[in-house]
């Protein structure tokens, strides 16, 4: 490693020895390994060779509709193998990638879409009703459909390139900081943000999770999470070109489809959300299947609990466990556990990857000591160079180089990050804070417990008191009779296990799953309102 000036005011510890492109990725693989197996989806198969060609002909198909260096192309794709030869066709010609989550509707498409002035969209056949008309998009000038559709060209016809006598156009001559994907965040207010992910910061992550998990082309990784999410195309499919491995596709997350998958396949990595692995364990017949391939259990995007980690450990003791702690706006990871650290450092999220730094600041924007609690802060090459076309944005959310996490958290003198909660999660009661983690962390130990959220509910008295939503497990009957006592049950757990002032003081059962987005994570604004919408009701031995 070394540093290196980047983005005109940056200056980051960058990999010497990598590739200068997304393309590079896709065409080193298909150099070093061009007949072991790149891609599976269902009864579809392809080698790193046949990917590259592939993508090479939708290159030559999107240039023959005009598309260029520096345009954008919206993907409004699932999980499937068009996914991966279209971001790589895109690439492949200097443009812009826009993958989209194929549960938007159509206002957020005609928000994402304009913004971004999209020249083409790359859309599945079901999802046509979801588009704009004309009329709204005025710089959309193709419509590209998987299947069959009125209105838009086959994907098919892209393929047909180059037409006889023509050749493929040489991959575009980019700049690793040029911008190559454009990924729309979720905010929770306004308008989403489009964060511009780069070549350089594109590499940089693969090669960390390639470096931090030990990946090689012998491995094989199952993608369960959706492609269009920053962990899908970073952890999943870029890292996997970088290392020449497979890639097996999952359309949609079933847990009994999924183990059923990594058996076949032989998978040896994953990135899931902790959710996912939950619903494994459940499987009755988790046990049955031969899972002694699988080394690396990658998770991120909400806490693991810790008794998810120790059932985990009791029925794969050779699955190494690692946290990963990032965003779209860090280009996926910024901490990685260590290999065989997880049981000792359950309650951090790892170390600080080679070329990010990782700092925590106060109101004041100042460097707080080991231990102490503050903003997160991340610096590297990875990190976004900001949000397309939203100079306000950028300027608020970046400070020389670091990208504001807006999570609260503390680094101890070892180097090991802990997450403490988002910042507009933790709860105020009376001036105490309360790390909503922390609660839910007891909660899980729960046998009753499949999963928890905890939210801050208004409080006249108070501010905010602490209110926990609990889907309970399968066998865990809830009727009117029963509800009481459960409650009662969960709060007596707490009582024994946490400080008083965070026990919660009311709960929500359940026996349908907690709201998630199209990634996987809990959706915890949903469940803020509905706290919030809830009687204010101060329980009398807690005034």
């Known amino acids: ?279 494994c364990l459940l499987q009755a017949d988790f046990d049955t299947h031969d899972l002694a391939a699988w080394r690396v259990g990658a998770y991120g995007g909400a806490p693991m609990p810790v008794a998810t980690i120790a059932s985990l450990a009791r029925t794969l003791p050779r699955l190494t466990l690692m946290n990963c702690y990032g965003s779209t706006e860090t280009t996926s990871p910024a901490t990685l556990m260590p290999q065989g650290e997880t049981a000792a450092h359950s309650d951090t999220v790892g170390r600080t990857l080679g070329c990010a730094d990782i700092a925590v600041f106060d109101d004041a924007g100042c460097e707080v000591k080991h231990g102490a609690m503050g903003e997160i802060w991340i610096k590297g090459p990875m990190v976004v160079k900001g949000y397309w076309g939203n100079p306000a944005a950028t300027a608020a959310n970046f400070t020389g180089g670091f990208w504001h996490s807006g999570d609260l958290g503390t680094i101890d003198a070892d180097g090991y990050v802990k997450v403490l909660d988002r910042m507009k999660d933790m709860i105020n009661r009376g001036g105490y804070k309360i790390y909503t983690i922390e609660v839910e962390n007891v909660l899980y130990a729960h046998p009753s417990v499949l999963e928890c959220a905890v939210v801050a509910k208004p409080c006249p008295v108070l501010g905010e008191r602490v209110h926990a939503f609990v889907t309970l497990r399968d066998g865990a009957a809830l009727d009117q009779s029963t509800d009481a006592a459960l409650k009662d049950t969960l709060r007596e757990f707490c009582v024994t296990r946490l400080s008083d002032y965070k026990v919660p003081e009311s709960f929500t059962l359940s026996e349908v799953p907690l709201p998630r987005n199209a990634n996987g994570k809990l959706v915890k604004r949903a469940l803020r309102d509905q706290a919030a919408a809830m009687p204010a009701v101060v329980p009398p031995s807690r005034k």
């Open 1 to 279: 490693m070394r540093l290196e000036s980047h983005f005109g005011d940056r200056v980051v510890r960058c990999f010497v020895d990598r590739p200068r492109s997304v393309h590079a990725l896709l065409a080193n693989a298909a150099a070093r390994h061009p007949q072991r197996e790149a891609l599976v989806c269902g009864p579809e198969r392809f080698t790193w060779q046949q990917l590259h060609d592939v993508s090479s002909r939708l290159a030559a198909g999107l240039a023959a509709r005009g598309v260029g260096a520096g345009d954008r192309v919206a993907m409004l794709i699932g999980n499937r193998n068009e996914f991966v030869a279209t971001l790589f066709a895109i690439a492949h010609l200097g443009a812009i990638a826009v993958p989209i989550s194929i549960r938007e509707q159509t206002p957020g498409l005609r928000y994402m879409l304009n913004d971004c002035a999209a020249v083409v969209v790359v859309h599945e056949a079901d999802l046509a009703d979801r588009l704009p008309s004309s009329a709204d998009l005025p710089s959309l000038r193709t419509r590209v459909s998987i299947g069959a559709c009125q209105g838009s060209e086959g994907f098919s016809s892209l393929l047909a390139h180059p037409q006889p006598g023509a050749s493929i156009p040489a991959p575009a001559p980019v700049k690793e900081e040029d911008v190559a994907v454009i990924m729309y965040t979720s905010g929770t207010t306004g308008n989403p943000k489009g964060a511009t992910l780069t070549h350089l910061g594109i590499v940089h992550s693969s090669m960390h999770y390639q470096i931090g998990m030990g990946l090689t082309e012998n491995d094989a990784s199952i993608a369960a999470v959706p492609l269009s999410h920053v962990t899908g195309l970073v952890a999943l499919v870029a890292t996997m070109a970088r290392c020449a491995g497979k890639l097996v596709i999952m359309p949609a997350f079933k847990a009994s489809d999924f183990l059923l998958l990594a058996a076949r396949e032989r998978m040896t990595s994953t990135l899931m959300v902790p959710a996912m692995y939950n619903l």
